[in-house]
């Protein structure tokens, strides 16, 4: 019970400096088990189109201004898309208002980047209810911001799964030879960005 935590903290004056530029409630909490509990909602959604796409967007984009490709993709997601984000790259963004579509938020925050694994979970039920072969006959792309030693972990796991056309940068990583690189876009359809 953290009431008296949360009290505490409602009552502080908050920012006396470097306060964001902008404030707002924002509705958190779409862990994988959240939105599988919606799943009736979220499938009818789609096989109505009305959702007609998703976003996975991963990672961080850094505070570096160069580094905004992952924000830029976010603000420019159609309206009838939705965005399932993991990791600190949402800061950058979760300000903006999305709206809903048909009441299912545009802005799925699913955790950090560590909780990638919900997000899959989120896409193999969709695709097992859509009675699809594999995640990747989803209407679904995944962006994956390489910025860490965490992220190898993300993208490792995702290459394990069979997940393809995963778009990953701003930079690529150094480990990223020539051959390895041509490896990668060949058998997984892997792209840069930025």
């Known amino acids: 019970d ?4 949360v009290k505490c903290a409602q009552a502080c004056d908050g920012f006396k400096e470097g306060a964001p530029a902008k404030t707002k409630n924002m ?5 994988a088990d959240a939105i599988l509990s919606h799943a009736e909602t979220v499938v009818g959604a789609v096989k109505s189109g009305d959702i007609k796409h998703s976003y996975v ?11 905004s490709y ?15 984000t993991l990791g600190c790259g949402k800061f950058r ?4 208002e999305f709206g809903d579509i048909g009441g299912v938020p545009r802005l799925l925050d699913v955790g950090q980047c560590n909780d990638a694994y919900g997000a899959v979970r989120v896409a193999l039920a969709l695709k097992d ?11 679904l792309s995944f962006g994956v911001s390489w910025f860490e030693q965490k992220a190898v972990a993300v993208l490792l796991s995702l290459l394990h799964l069979d997940v393809k056309n995963i778009h990953l940068g701003p930079k690529l990583p150094a480990f990223l030879t020539p051959n390895i690189a041509s490896f990668l876009v060949n058998n997984y359809g892997i792209s840069p960005v930025g």
């Open 2 to 5: 953290f009431s008296e935590v």
């Open 27 to 31: 509705t958190t909490g779409f862990g």
């Open 57 to 67: 967007i991963g990672g961080c984009d850094g505070r570096e201004s160069a580094r």
């Open 70 to 84: 992952f924000t830029d993709l976010a603000k420019a997601v159609p309206k009838d898309a939705v965005i399932l």
């Open 93 to 96: 963004f979760n300000t903006e």
């Open 129 to 139: 209810a859509l009675g699809l072969e594999s995640v990747n006959d989803l209407p």
